[in-house]
């Protein structure tokens, strides 16, 4: 059943870091600034009422599982496609070894092979406090917009509830770091993703005004990044991003994403109060869509600009609402 308790941590204790001039600063915030949100749609929250014990558990557990059970089979894996006499760049290939956890509606953590105990346990105790994490950022947002609280998290609904799940992904080292990425460059498709990153290794790298910046490494941090439905749903007023993450010569990096996405017969629209006070005009108005729908289209066309998924949709949904011509002779 899905559970809506309140988060441990308070609204007004959230503080976040932000890039500004060159550097990383630590800021405290009665709500989610909307200029903020909107400038740097990658946020770091540091005070986000997780147990760093429990991160800590997380993290150690995530790399010895990766180191029991995950690296020997990626080695292999690598060594059937050396890079050596590789000149250009490798197009259709990451450079990394992940696993996949489902939430919500239904875990399925349970059949998950090789997780030992305690690292399940670890894993359900963390994305119990990732999903309610999610959800106050989802009603900060709705309270920046100006929309009902629970706005968000209903437009995510369809009929079983949002889907949450987590991606526990390892970026080891590279030997050839400019012939490969460790994830090509992307926005993600879903709703809210709350990422728990290596706390030394770094790559994570978002595009900011035709520049790739850093999101470098700060222990017991969560980053938080905005996917594409949100942009829709905020009809373009809160964006998706595109991040990348870069292969390194050193140590293997860590990466838990935990996406927090419409269920997949959820209707995805702009939100009406915000075209209403914006009196947006007609053909500036994002897609309606099914967003099983649009996870099809973003399936082949992941590593490409969304904004042809955008146009792609708008053009299924024009043909979905035009009634056939009427034959006259
Ligand atoms: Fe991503």
């Known amino acids: ?60 557990l995530t790399k010895e599982h990766y180191r029991k059970c995950m690296e020997q089979r990626f080695k292999e894996l690598v060594a059937s496609k050396a890079l050596e006499g590789v000149e250009t760049e490798i ?105 728990f990153q290596d706390d030394q290794v770094s790559g994570l790298q978002l595009l900011k005004d035709g520049e790739w910046i850093d999101v470098p490494p700060m222990r017991h941090s969560i980053v938080i990044n905005l996917g594409d439905q949100l942009e829709v749903i905020t009809n373009g007023k809160y964006k998706s991003v595109m991040h990348r993450v870069l292969t390194q010569t050193e140590g293997t990096r860590m990466s838990i994403a935990s996406f927090y996405n419409p269920g997949r017969d959820a209707v995805i629209y702009p939100a009406p109060e915000l075209l209403e006070k914006e009196a947006v005009d007609e053909s500036q108005v994002y897609p309606k869509f099914v967003f099983e729908d649009y996870m099809k289209l973003y399936a082949g066309v992941k590593f490409q600009a969304k904004e042809p998924r955008f146009e792609a949709m708008k053009a299924m949904e024009t043909t979905a609402v035009t009634p056939a011509p009427i034959a006259i002779a």
Request: charged letters at 35%; glycine letters at 8%.
């Open 1 to 60: 059943m899905h559970r809506s308790t309140r988060p441990n941590c308070g609204r007004d204790k959230i503080r976040y870091a932000s890039k500004k001039g060159g550097a990383w600063r630590v800021e405290k915030a009665s709500k989610l600034d909307e200029e903020k949100v909107k400038s740097e749609a990658i946020k770091r929250l540091i005070n986000h009422g997780i147990s760093h014990e429990l991160m800590d558990k997380v993290e150690t």
């Open 91 to 195: 197009e259709d290939m990451d450079w990394e070894s992940t696993f996949f956890l489902r939430h919500l509606p239904e875990s399925n953590m349970s059949e998950i092979p090789d997780l030992e105990d305690d690292y399940r346990k670890a894993m359900k105790e963390f994305v119990v406090e990732l999903e309610k994490l999610a959800e106050l950022l989802l009603d900060l947002l709705c309270e920046n917009l100006g929309l009902e609280k629970g706005y968000l998290k209903k437009a995510f609904c369809g009929s079983k509830g949002p889907t949450f799940g987590t991606k526990v992904g390892n970026y080891p080292p590279c030997p050839r770091p400019e012939l490969v990425k460790g994830l090509r460059a992307h926005t993600d498709a879903g709703g809210i993703i709350l990422l």
